[in-house]
């Protein structure tokens, strides 16, 4: 139930932040002037740890979604589903072991210095 879930939250999450991607990218055409104040919003602290987060779910969805292909297309994945919903989070882990740290260390390193 817990993949369930959690794929349909991200899912959502990742499409809310496309939208708003979308639009935000949009205002170059409108002006340059606005979208460069709408881009200077997001380069601080609260941003940089949303950008784990989205980065966390694109991870999650996209390694769930694969279990979901296998268990769709092979009869054993579907016997070992339970498996491979421990192996996508064991994977999910290592995603963002690797990230979030060299992200955050980043991110912040530029704060300190009244930039990012």
């Given at each position: 139930?817990?993949?369930?879930?959690?794929?349909?939250?991200?899912?959502?999450?990742?499409?809310?932040?496309?939208?708003?991607?979308?639009?935000?990218?949009?205002?170059?055409r409108?002006?340059?002037?606005?979208?460069d104040?709408v881009?200077?919003?997001?380069?601080?602290?609260?941003?940089?740890?949303?950008?784990?987060?989205l980065v966390?779910a694109?991870?999650?969805?996209?390694y769930n979604?694969?279990?979901?292909?296998?268990?769709?297309?092979?009869?054993?994945?579907?016997?070992?589903?339970?498996?491979?919903w421990?192996g996508?989070?064991?994977?999910?882990a290592?995603?963002?072991?690797?990230?979030?740290?060299?992200?955050?260390?980043?991110?912040?390193?530029?704060?300190?210095?009244?930039?990012?």
């Open positions: 139930m817990w993949s369930w879930v959690l794929h349909r939250i991200t899912g959502v999450a990742i499409f809310f932040f496309l939208l708003v991607h979308v639009l935000d990218t949009a205002l170059i409108l002006s340059p002037e606005a979208y104040a881009i200077g919003t997001y380069k601080n602290p609260i941003m940089a740890l949303g950008e784990v987060v966390a694109i991870a999650y969805h996209a979604g694969l279990r979901i292909i296998a268990v769709d297309i092979w009869p054993w994945a579907t016997r070992h589903q339970r498996q491979l421990w996508v989070l064991g994977v999910w290592v995603t963002m072991a690797g990230f979030a740290p060299r992200h955050l260390i980043l991110a912040f390193a530029g704060f300190g210095e009244g930039g990012h």
